[in-house]
């Protein structure tokens, strides 16, 4: 059956993929953004299918539609990005989580949180799961986001305990592909971009730092088979690739496969930058058939290509 779907932020990077897959799988789609981080390139190709609608709104004010499921995506997600205008980047977790859930509770939708690994700061154990409550510097300079972040769970949490609203949070872990702005200023487009460039590649500290890369298809899949979960599942879930690197084999990685004469230098680790992280999706697992099928190499080749093309 055709479903009325609100996608917030979706003309970013995670967001336009999202709308594209609902789409494709015959749902009606409304795109809410406010073109912050993202870009009307990035949906372009949909603005043809009359079942897809894109709107101009920022979240931190109230917006009325009739859906039948929201996707809470509306947030700058680069910390170059989310640090430019702090005060508004936790406005928007904030507000625009409460503007979202009071949506949801009017015209009883169900409604997703893109929460993220982020709310485990520099976490102390490892692989994250779950259960974990994280290490966050409550007035650092990722605050704005971490505790954002944090704050609308426990929104999305009350909404649930409180207002019987049905939803879902899932903890994003780091996801790379094509479509992410060519100056986000996250790792995997600063690696490609300078290296198509040839220019220095840019690694922070000394490149023993871990993330665990995502490729978006794989993580839009899952999403939308959380979304279609059993009411009774509202997580927190942590979704995202378990296959950890260092920064270091990353940028080496870039490098041999666009055949860059790039070289590596190092600049200084932002402050409150985590050390490692790693996600545990066992208990993903227990409510989705899911795992990443997309290896890194192929990620990046996909991405490469991109890049390589705008
Ligand atoms: P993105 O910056 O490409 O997309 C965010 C979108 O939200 C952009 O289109 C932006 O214009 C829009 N937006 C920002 N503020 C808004 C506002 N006030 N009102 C309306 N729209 C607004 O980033 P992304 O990587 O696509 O991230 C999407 C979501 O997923 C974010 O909520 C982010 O926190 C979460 N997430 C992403 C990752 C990742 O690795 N990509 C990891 C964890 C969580
Ligand atoms: N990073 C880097 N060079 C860059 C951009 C990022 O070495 O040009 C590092 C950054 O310090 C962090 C890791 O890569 O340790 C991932 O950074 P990103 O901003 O992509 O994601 P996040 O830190 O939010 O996981």
Known sequence: MKKKILVTGGAG??????????????????CLDNFFTGQKRNVIHLLSNPYFELIRHDITMPFFIEADEIYN????????????????????SVMGSVHMLGLAKRIKAKILQASTSEVYGDPEIHPQTEEYWGNVNPI??????????RCAES????????NQVKIKIARIFNTYGPRMHPNDGRVVSNFIVQA???????????????????????????????????????????????HEFSIRYLAEKVIQLTGSQSKIIYRPLPQD???????????????????????LEE???KTIEYFKNI
């Open 13 to 30: 990077f995670l967001g336009s993929h999202l709308c594209e897959k609902l789409l494709n799988e015959g749902n009606e789609v409304f």
């Open 73 to 92: 995506l509306g947030c700058p997600a680069s910390p170059v990005h989310y640090q430019y205008n702090a005060i508004k980047t936790i406005k928007t």
């Open 140 to 149: 650092g300079p990722r605050s704005c986001y971490d505790e954002g972040k």
């Open 155 to 162: 929104l999305f949490m009350n909404y649930h305990t409180q």
């Open 196 to 242: 198509l460039k040839n220019e220095d590649i840019t690694i922070y500290g000394d490149g023993s730092q871990t993330r665990s890369f995502c490729f978006v298809d794989d993580l839009i899949d899952g999403l939308i088979d959380i979304m279609n979960t059993a009411d009774d599942i509202i997580g927190p879930l942590n979704i995202g690739n378990p």
């Open 273 to 295: 930058d985590p050390m490692q992280r790693k996600p545990d999706i066992s208990k993903l697992n227990q409510v989705i058939d899911w795992a990443p099928t997309t290896q």
């Open 299 to 301: 990620g990046l080749r």
